[in-house]
C-alpha cells in the first residue's frame, strides 16, 4: 500500500509524502498531518504479531504508514534497532503485571526506560534517527555548503526537554537547541539536560519564564527568513512520526496482558497534549481490540470537560500540578481525533466537508476562546474513550497506596503522572467491577524525574530512602558530569537568535 498525508484543515484532495510530513511537522495550513487512510490488520495477522518483539512488531506496525519506496524495509529495521538499542529493558516497553495481586488485573506499562527515564524517549529516539537518515540520503555526494541541515529548537519548563537532547545528539547535519527558564527547572531536570557533551546539542538557560521561552519558540518558528537559513525543524508532540512510534506499546502491551485469554482491555492514559492517547486510538481503528481508551487528566481538565459537555474551551490560566507535563490549557492533538469525529458523525465520510468544519472550530477557538459539538459528536467519542479527572491530593493519595499495598513487587513507586493515570484506573476499575477486564495504566515517567512529589507522599513511611528506594545510580552521576550551558541575559528573539548563529558557527553547521 502506499501510504500519503493531509491536513485536518485542508479541504483539498492534496496528499504529501510521509518524509515532508515529519520534516515539516504542522501543516501550513495550521492543521495537524494524518493518513489519508487507516491501515487495516485483521484477526489472523494480530494472531501473528502476538509473539513478535517490541522491535519486530514496529517493523510491521510502520511498515503500514511509511511506503517502501520512501524507507526500504531494511532500512526501516535497521532505524528501529538502532532507536531502542538506547533502552535499559530488553523488552523495551515491559508490563508490570498485577501490581496489587489482589485479582484487580492492574498491570503497569512501564515506558520510562529510555536514555533520559520519560516515555518521550519511545517516540524521540526515533524522530532524531528518522532525521538523520532522511538529510544523509539528501546530502550524499553533496558539498559541505550544499549540505541540508535540521535546526531542532524547542522550550521547556523542565520534563520533556531532555527527551529531545537525547532524541538529536550526535545525529549529523542536526543540531538541537532547548531554550529553558534559568533557575525554574529542578535540578536533576537540568543536570540531564546540560551534562549531554555532544557537539550538536545547545542548552539555553534564558532570565524569564517558561512562557517567555515559548513565545520565543514560537516567534522563531514564524520568522521567515531565519527558518529558510536553518531549516528550523520541530520535535514538539504533534509531530506525526512520535504518534506513529507509540503506536508498537499499545499492540504489545496487550498481547502480554491477554495472553490468550478472552479477556477485554482498557488503556488508561495520562494525558497533556493527547499524543500518547492518540497512538491507542490509532491501533485501535486498525483493529486491536481495546475495549475503552480512557483519558486521565489533572487538574487542567479542558479534555475531561470537553467528553463530558462536548464544550472545548480555554481556561485562563494553567494550573501548576504535581504532574507538570500534563499542565496545559488546549491539546494539540486532540485535532487529530475531532477530525475524525466530524468526518464520520458530520460530514457523512466526507474528508473534504471535515477539513471544513475542523477550521471553523478552531477559527472559533481563537476568536471565542472555546467551540460546541453536538450531542451526536460525543456520543461518538464516548465509543473509544472514556475521562477521568484527578486532583493533586489524589495524585499523591495514590502514590501513597500503591507504596503500601503492591505486591508484584512491593513497595512499587509511582511517579506523580502515573499516579493520576492509576488513581482513574482504580476508579474504572471500582465502575466497571467486571473481573473479565483487564486494565493497562500507562507509566509515563520515572519516579526520580519527580524527587519533591514522591518524597512528599513517601517521606512519612519508615524505611523509605529517595536515594535507595528511588534513585537510579546512573542519575546519582550526573551531578558529577560537567555542564555545558549558555546563559542568554535577557529574553529576547534577536538575541536568541544571534546566540543560535553563533552556536551553529562553533558547531561547523553554519
Ligand atoms: C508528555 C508527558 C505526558 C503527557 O503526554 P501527552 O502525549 O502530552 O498526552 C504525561 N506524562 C509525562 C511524564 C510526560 O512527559
Excluded at 491536513?7 to 501550513?28: D, H, M, N, P
Excluded at 549540505?147 to 549529523?172: H, L, P
Excluded at 504535581?322 to 475531532?338: C, G, H, K, Q, Y
Aim: glycine fraction near 6%.
Amino acid at each position: 500500500m502506499s501510504q500519503s498525508y493531509r491536513s485536518t484543515r485542508s479541504s483539498a484532495k492534496e496528499t504529501q509524502s510521509f518524509e515532508k510530513t515529519i520534516i515539516q511537522g504542522l501543516a501550513s495550513d495550521g492543521g495537524l498531518f494524518i493518513p489519508s487512510e487507516i491501515p487495516q490488520v485483521d484477526a489472523e495477522t494480530l494472531e501473528k504479531w502476538s509473539s513478535l518483539s517490541f522491535q519486530e512488531l514496529a517493523l510491521e506496525i510502520m511498515k503500514l504508514y511509511i511506503s517502501n519506496e520512501e524507507i526500504p524495509e531494511n532500512d526501516l529495521k535497521e532505524l528501529i534497532q538502532r532507536s531502542y538499542s538506547t533502552f535499559r529493558s530488553s523488552e523495551v516497553t515491559p508490563l508490570a503485571k498485577d501490581i496489587t495481586g489482589n485479582g484487580e488485573h492492574l498491570h503497569v506499562l512501564e515506558l520510562y526506560h529510555g536514555p533520559t527515564y520519560a516515555f518521550k524517549d519511545v517516540a524521540l529516539q526515533f524522530v532524531g534517527n528518522l532525521f538523520e537518515y532522511f538529510l544523509q540520503r539528501a546530502n550524499k555526494d553533496l558539498p559541505q555548503e550544499q549540505r541540508k541541515k535540521i535546526t531542532v529548537v524547542g522550550a521547556t519548563s523542565g520534563d520533556t526537554g531532555s527527551a529531545a537532547i537525547y532524541g538529536m545528539r550526535g545525529k549529523k547535519d542536526v543540531s538541537v537547541f532547548i531554550l529553558y527558564p534559568t533557575g525554574r527547572i529542578s535540578p536533576i531536570q537540568e543536570e540531564q539536560m546540560t551534562t549531554v557533551p555532544d557537539k550538536n546539542v545547545q542548552t539555553l538557560s534564558v532570565k524569564g519564564t517558561f512562557d517567555n521561552c515559548q513565545d520565543i519558540v514560537k516567534a522563531i518558528f514564524g520568522d521567515v527568513e531565519f527558518n529558510k537559513k536553518h531549516n528550523v525543524g520541530a520535535v514538539n508532540s504533534i509531530n506525526w512520526a512520535r504518534i506513529l512510534a507509540q503506536m508498537t506499546y499499545y499492540f504489545y502491551a496487550y498481547f502480554q496482558a491477554i495472553k490468550g485469554a478472552q479477556s477485554k482491555v482498557k488503556f488508561v492514559v495520562p494525558s497533556g497534549n493527547f499524543g500518547d492517547i492518540l497512538a491507542g486510538y490509532y491501533a485501535r481503528k486498525m483493529g486491536l481490540p481495546v475495549e475503552r481508551l480512557v483519558i486521565a487528566t489533572n487538574s487542567n481538565d479542558i479534555l475531561d470537560r470537553f467528553m463530558k459537555t462536548g464544550v472545548y474551551e480555554r481556561s485562563d490560566d494553567v494550573a501548576a500540578t504535581l504532574s507538570p507535563a500534563m499542565d496545559i490549557l488546549v491539546s494539540s492533538n486532540f485535532e487529530r481525533l475531532l477530525w475524525y469525529l466530524a468526518r464520520d458523525v458530520m460530514a457523512s465520510g466526507d474528508d473534504q466537508k471535515a477539513g471544513e468544519i475542523l477550521n471553523q472550530w478552531f477559527v472559533q477557538l481563537k476568536t471565542e476562546g472555546k467551540f460546541v459539538v453536538d450531542q451526536a459528536v460525543i456520543k461518538a467519542a464516548l465509543v473509544d474513550f472514556d475521562s477521568e479527572r484527578v486532583s493533586d491530593p489524589e495524585t499523591k493519595e495514590t502514590i501513597k497506596e500503591i507504596y503500601q499495598s503492591s505486591q508484584n513487587p512491593k513497595n512499587y513507586i509511582l511517579d506523580p503522572h502515573t499516579a493520576v493515570g492509576v488513581c482513574a484506573t482504580k476508579r474504572q476499575i471500582s465502575k466497571d467491577n467486571d473481573s473479565n477486564i483487564q486494565y493497562i495504566s500507562l507509566s509515563t515517567a520515572h519516579p526520580a524525574k519527580f524527587a519533591e512529589a514522591v518524597n512528599d507522599a513517601l517521606s512519612e513511611f519508615e524505611g523509605y530512602s529517595f536515594e535507595k528506594d528511588v534513585l537510579p545510580d546512573e542519575l546519582k552521576k550526573l551531578s558529577t558530569l560537567e555542564k555545558k550551558l549558555k546563559f542568554v541575559e535577557k529574553a529576547d528573539i534577536e538575541l536568541v537568535k544571534r546566540t543560535i548563529e553563533e552556536e551553529l558557527v562553533k558547531m561547523g553547521l553554519f
